[in-house]
């Protein structure tokens, strides 16, 4: 369990960061290597063997991933999907089912609904925000997950944590978070009775756009242990480099949260109103219909919001290719701000389905520029 006794901002400078014993360096060195020289046969020298069953630098990264979750154990995977799959075929066997979101990423229910399902595993999608609904998706025989995805991607919906944690513990399913939207300095989803968090740590962790890699935060040591397990016999591992750079990110997210919410929270309240806008999701406006519940278990509303158009898909696609600060690309969370369209890129795998974005929808990833600048980036855009 993580020493909370000091603050975010401190854990995530120093916790897994210990300088080098050998030199002094302030740095811990990325240790670059395939495998280690034993003491002795089957005499591990410092408990390290191989790079696939483990690797310093990406211990260092996922103690620093669990100190800052609040979780026992964390695992560094290659990338967000490559955690998700850890995950779930440590816990699932054809047969069983799994409860999700209807606004969870388009990969993710990618991977369980045609990667899992031709495995014999079953999946519902439901509107997280109807208890009710949850609940009788949940009382479906085999259930053994309920996924959560909150702020989710790109609708921007709020999903209430502990109450649907009580709703996936009474069926005795595993509760997982994906919390890559918010990111640890904005939400702690194990305190509010989740299982495992999921995490993109390309996204708001990695934060500069140069580093793809997953990571998983669990609290309980025999789910740890068989997740562990499959990470080492299946070896979808980060890399030592991959893991030092999303540590380098992580030093600075706290600050970079605080202007991501910032940049946010005025370009969403400047196009409230707006006549080529039709609807702003970001559940820092009172408006939104989860804004109450996100300022409870949230500590900020975020870097993400989308918009829907008023002139359609036509309109939206547009849009989407006039911006020049917002650079139209894959991808989130970065320092640099992103735009995309939904329909056709993260989400073009859910298209023909329930889970399937609003043609007129575009995605907005708030970056930690000026401001200014990127209020007129924005509405230079639209006036086009």
Not at 315 to 326: K, L, N, P, V
Not at 351 to 368: C, F, Y
């Amino acid at each position: 369990m993580a020493d909370t006794r000091q603050g975010f901002d401190t854990r995530a400078i120093h916790d897994g960061q210990e300088f080098d014993p050998a030199t002094g360096a302030i740095i811990p060195p990325i240790y670059q290597t395939a495998t280690f020289v034993q003491d002795g046969i089957g005499v591990l020298h410092g408990g390290y063997e191989y790079g696939r069953s483990g690797n310093p630098t990406r211990t260092s990264l996922e103690t620093l991933l669990a100190s800052l979750e609040g979780g026992r154990r964390a695992f560094s995977f290659s990338s967000g999907l490559a955690a998700e799959d850890a995950l779930l075929r440590a816990v699932l066997k054809p047969g069983d089912h799994v409860v999700l979101g209807n606004d969870v990423y388009g990969g993710t229910h990618r991977l369980i609904d045609r990667v899992h399902g031709a495995w014999g595993v079953r999946n519902t999608t439901v509107d997280l925000g109807d208890l009710d609904a949850a609940r009788a998706a949940l009382a479906i025989d085999g259930t053994r997950i309920l996924w959560i995805e909150t702020p989710s991607n790109p609708l921007m919906k709020i999903s209430d944590i502990a109450a649907l944690a009580e709703l996936g513990h009474a069926v005795g399913a595993l509760v997982v978070v994906d919390n890559t939207f918010a990111s640890p300095a904005l939400q702690q989803p194990l305190t509010l009775g989740a299982d495992v968090i999921v995490h993109s740590t390309t996204k708001y962790l990695g934060g500069h756009s140069d580093v793809i890699g997953g990571a998983l935060v669990i609290d309980d040591e025999e789910l740890a242990a068989q997740v562990g397990f499959i990470q080492f016999a299946a070896g979808a591992v980060s890399s030592p480099m991959d893991a030092w750079l999303t540590v380098r990110g992580i030093k600075t997210l706290g600050v970079r949260m605080a202007r991501h919410c910032a940049n946010a929270q005025a370009i969403a309240e400047a196009l409230v109103g707006h006549p080529a806008i039709v609807a702003v999701n970001y559940p820092g406006l009172p408006t939104h219909p989860g804004h109450a519940l996100a300022a409870r278990q949230m500590s900020g509303f975020g870097g993400m919001l989308s918009v829907a158009l008023a002139g359609g898909a036509a309109a939206a696609r547009r849009f989407a290719e006039s911006t020049t600060i917002f650079q139209l690309a894959e991808s989130l969370g970065g320092v640099e701000s992103l735009i995309g369209y939904p329909s056709e890129m993260t989400h073009a795998s859910v298209r023909g389905t329930a889970l399937e974005v609003p043609d007129n929808v575009i995605r907005l990833s708030v970056g930690i520029e000026d401001e200014a600048d990127l209020l007129a980036d924005i509405e230079a855009a639209l006036a086009r």
